[in-house]
T-cell receptor, first 114, second 113 residues
């Protein structure tokens, strides 16, 4: 597609439930990133994919968080047993060949855990 | 201490003013410096990109990097109400490696007509 697409745009879930967030990157972009933006905070790196591999998972906050990418395209970020502190905007970005200055971000998924 | 520090503001200026936005950082390995603009409920979009030290100008926007002081700036001349947004600085220590960016907290700017 023309841009990075994320779904859903908004998600309200009950504490303890699992959620899946989806990212559809720009066609041909081999690198994909997930970031988290909490209220009034900058972007916090979560995970980086090059193709279907994740060479850098260092930002995942706990083992409740996992992500996968299939076919070198769509990525899913899964949060298990959600907690209130997981409430944030989850942003996905893609870039050609992992060049940091070439990011294109999606509009994000706003997750609220009640 | 965070690797990148940015004054969150908010910063309110009248239309036509010159705006100065700044970030400091602690990691001397950073070589790539970016400014992103983020409108409400949208993803960040790249505004300016600079490699190493020096200045870069694009229309009303000028980015400056001073690696000796670990300090970067974004200047906006003749500010417009449409410039009202959150501005995030971002930095990277590598090229074509992971491309992972470290972001500042973001500065919220309001330009009043």
């Amino acid at each position: 597609g023309a841009g990075v697409s994320q779904s859903p745009s908004n998600k309200v879930t009950e504490k303890g439930k699992d959620v899946e967030l989806r990212c559809d990157p720009i066609s041909g972009h081999t690198a994909l990133y997930w970031y988290r933006q909490s209220l009034g905070q900058g972007l916090e790196f979560l995970i980086y994919f090059q193709g279907n591999s994740a060479p850098d998972k260092s930002g995942l906050p706990s083992d409740r968080f996992s992500a996968e990418r299939t076919g070198g395209s769509v990525s899913t970020l899964t949060i298990q047993r959600t907690q209130q502190e997981d409430s944030a905007v989850y942003l996905c970005a893609s870039s050609l060949n992992g060049q940091g200055y070439g990011y294109t971000f999606g509009s994000g998924t706003r997750l609220t855990v009640v | 201490q965070k690797e990148v520090e940015q004054d969150p503001g908010p910063l309110s200026v009248p239309e036509g003013a010159i705006v100065s936005l700044n970030c400091t950082y602690s990691n001397s390995a950073f070589q790539y410096f970016m400014w992103y603009r983020q409108y409400s409920r949208k993803g960040p979009e790249l505004l300016m990109y600079t490699y190493s030290s020096g200045n870069k100008e694009d229309g009303r926007f000028t980015a400056q990097v001073d690696k000796s002081s670990k300090y970067i700036s974004l200047f906006i001349r003749d500010s417009q109400p449409s410039d009202s947004a959150t501005y995030l600085c971002a930095m990277s220590a590598t090229y074509a490696n992971t491309g992972k960016l470290i972001f500042g907290q973001g500065t919220t700017l309001q330009v009043k007509p």
